[in-house]
């Protein structure tokens, strides 16, 4: 199987992607402070689903 290359997206999506991965980290920030000061279910599944983007992003999975 082969291995997922993000550059044979089309430009559209690609640069897609590029933008949602730079904005990943200030939202994950964003998410964990509110979540420290009011949490709620839906406030820790959202910074678990973030925190799991934001680890694919740095380790190059999407």
Known sequence: MA?????????WARHCLFVLEKVTLPILIFQLIRTLFIPTTLDVLLLGFLIGLFIAFYLEWI
């Open 3 to 11: 291995r997922y290359y993000r550059y044979k997206l089309p430009p």
